[in-house]
């Protein structure tokens, strides 16, 4: 098989989603094994993908890009083509994706035994990874925006998955809301580039612009838009409300979309369209901008949070951030780079907190958790490895990639940008710490809890274990040598670039490399200091030492009371004037009002039927003369 | 021979004649006596045109014929009418017979 029939990825699963979505609930274990089965057979076709797009590609050459499409419609002049664009980043994103997604089904068959809609969960699951890849290899934006549209109902079902909890239905209707938002953005964008442009072929679109043939401030316009897209959908403030509340999802579904789907589609996006928005001036200064305020506010937060899935997905509105950092700085290949390493070792993290959550029965407080790591020697292991990829500490995943970005940052903008985002990764660091001091050691909190806690089977560890392999080693494919070895034409840096940037070697710049390692040593010394004695006496301290600040954080900032107050204040008190203006003008007056007039003028009128014969006859003569008198004037 | 024009301002003497009944009486045989006069002049006219204008022809006459038909089954049916009305209401004063209305 080669890499033309690539789709047949996306294809497996959306057909697997139809089977269960039929017959799920029919068959023996509600076919769950049919679910896993669809997506390992995506994971093992990427294979043969691979080593054909790899067989094909060459730098020098400047192969860069397969790109099969077929007609899709034509009206008059007008030709619609769809295909797959399969490039580096493609690639990049088919591995996490593929990997991710059988990770988290295998994981789903443990955590989710006995759930009701059991069918139900594993056939959007299906759907959900079919979107997704369809997403990453479409070759127009129209295909795209269908793909990313799909992403965004799956998210929706899966995050209001539990429909009977109330606060899970909201969530859902949150998520898809915020995320609409920007997704109107994206549409105008793609529209206005359409309308410049008039196609929707990615790659002709960026010739264009590359050319000129795009006004300067049209192209600022419609680039600005889509990134409204990429903002809501990877949830950059001021859109990344959704991403916390989306937690109410069955885990499993969190590390779904941290990792591998929902939130990684922006910034998939935004590197797909990077050299559009090089050309839309001031752009990558805006990404940069909402990319390093995100990381910073989204860190702040994750400070307050006690329930542990919170604190991850205020983690992932940080990486995010530091992605789009890494992208307004011009480096798609440090972006994948660090994408791939996050989705590792986020959904990790969010697998093994899963793990803890079924083994105390839903419990997610930290307050109520405590020295799990004796009770659950594998999941704790692996926790820890995630939470040291997360925090940066070499020679993990995540140091690696969190580097990279420190360098381009530096290099692309001033020193400051460069502060900012080192201290970002030092609360990074911090929070991690101090997530993981609270869950898996210290003293029991509440030995209740902590009686009833077991480790989890092997069907949930199995993934965890593989993922911990992942965010230990995924770092290392950087390196020029380990990339040859694995039949890449060198580093992660020398295979995903876009043209007309060249690839480039990774030199390991050691004194940048020493900086991130003091980051991240700060970071989680600080956090020790704070929790490592198992009492919460200092960070109370430090709560009390500034109160204002500490509401500040504990209210996330007042992302969401703004919001609350914005739909409260404007939104309906522009629904009332629209009700009023409906009820009293359009009903009353407009309706209800001609309806009067009538009925009230055929009131008088009805008066004119006397019923009299000679009244009408009268009438008729009157009638006639009048005509005859009519006529007459006209003749003469 | 006596010109048209005499002809013709008999005829519209008797049609006014008709539409004065018809308005001003209250009989309802009346009404009809003149409904019926009107249909007279009518039918005068139509015959002093056709002597006049096309002498060799009979079409004039004929329309008078159907007149004389269709006024004869009209008063048939109005007469029957206005015994039923008698029999009912005990009255032929056309004022009376006004519930016909809103």
Partial sequence: MGAEQAWLLAAIPAGMFLVLVLFGRYLPRQGDYLGILAIGASFVLFFPVLVDFLDFFDAEEARLAIHESIAWSEVGDFHLRMGIYIDPITIVMFGVVTSVSLMVNIFSVGYMKGEPRYWWFFAVLQLFAASMLLLVMADNLLLLYISWELVGVCSFLLIGFYWEKRSATEAA?????????????????????????????????????????????????????????????????????????????????????????????????????????????????????????????????????????????????????????????????????????????????????????????????????????????????????????????????GFWSKDEILLVTRDAWTVWAFVLLAFAAICTAFYTTRLFIRTFLGPVRDQQVHDHTHESGFIMTGPLIFLAVLACLGGFVIFHEVGEALGFPGGITEFVFLPPHEPHEYEIDWALAGASLVIALIGVWFGAFMYWNGSLARSTRLAEWNPGLYALITNKFYFDDMYQAVIDKGLLGFSYVVAWFDRYVVNDTGVDGSAQVTGYGGYLLKFLQTGRVPNYAMGIAVGVVGLAIAGLAVTL | MVPLENYLALSAILFSLGVYGVLARRNAILVLMAVELMLNAVSLNFIAFAAYLDPERITGAVFAIFVITVAAAEVGLALAIIIRLYRNRATSNVDEVATLKW
């Fill in chain 1, 173 to 397: 209707k949150k998520a898809f809301i915020t995320t609409r938002i920007g997704d109107v953005g994206l549409l105008i964008g793609i529209i206005l580039l359409w309308r410049e442009t008039g196609t929707f072929e990615i790659q002709e679109i960026i010739h264009q612009a590359e050319e000129g043939l795009i006004g300067g401030n049209m192209l600022f316009l419609s680039m600005l838009f889509v990134f409204l897209g990429c903002m809501g959908k990877s949830a950059q403030v001021p859109f990344h409300v959704w991403l916390p509340d989306a937690m109410e999802g069955p885990t499993p579904v969190s590390a779904l979309i941290h990792a591998a789907t929902m939130v990684v589609a922006g910034v998939y996006l935004t590197a797909r369209l990077l050299p559009l928005f090089e050309h839309a001036g001031g752009m990558l200064m805006i990404i940069t901008i909402v990319g390093l305020v995100t990381a910073l506010l989204s860190g702040f937060i994750a400070f307050a949070q006690t329930d542990i899935k919170k604190v991850l997905a205020y983690s992932t509105v940080g990486q995010l951030g530091f992605m789009f950092v890494a992208l307004g700085s011009g480096s798609v290949a440090v972006a994948m780079f660090h994408l791939m390493t996050h989705a590792f070792f986020k959904a990790l993290l969010f697998l093994g907190s899963g793990s803890v959550i079924h083994a105390t029965h839903h419990n997610q407080e930290m307050d109520k958790l405590g020295g799990l790591w004796r009770k659950m020697p594998i999941t704790g292991t692996t926790f820890f490895i995630g939470c040291l990829a997360l925090a940066g500490l070499p020679p993990l995943a």
